[in-house]
């Protein structure tokens, strides 16, 4: 199992910046992937960045070139750095962790972990 804490949220001003942290413990090398989802009221939960075991880092369109995602692994913590923030950022943060859990002679499947999620709200 892994539990996923995250830290950071809050108000920010349009243009403004924002720090999230997610820090991971339990079974850390189970983990594949980590990354940050996002979820305003009534819309599904989409994906903002992540980043790999290998360090390969993706990021949603709509963020790109102002959201930073990186990690420091001694610590076993994730971060997003948020700049030029929009109020269209505004919404709950959610933490992932992906594990790919093999299957014998069928593939693998995907294990998900969340963390509680945090409000970031973006003032105009």
């Known amino acids: 199992q892994v539990q996923l804490v995250e830290s950071g949220g809050g108000l920010a001003q349009s243009g403004g910046s924002l720090r999230l942290s997610c820090a991971a413990s339990g079974s850390i090398v189970s983990i594949d992937v980590m990354g940050w989802y996002r979820q305003d009221p009534g819309a599904p939960r989409e994906s903002v960045a992540n980043?790999?075991?290998?360090?390969?880092?993706n990021y949603t369109d709509s963020v790109k070139g102002r959201f930073t995602i990186s990690r420091d692994i001694a610590k076993n913590i994730v971060y997003l750095r948020m700049n030029s923030l929009k109020p269209e950022d505004t919404a709950v943060y959610y933490c992932n962790a992906k594990s790919f859990i093999k299957i014998p002679f069928m593939g693998f499947r995907i294990k998900d972990y969340w963390g509680q999620g945090t409000q970031v709200t973006v003032s105009s």
């Open positions: 980043i790999t075991a290998g360090g390969v880092t």
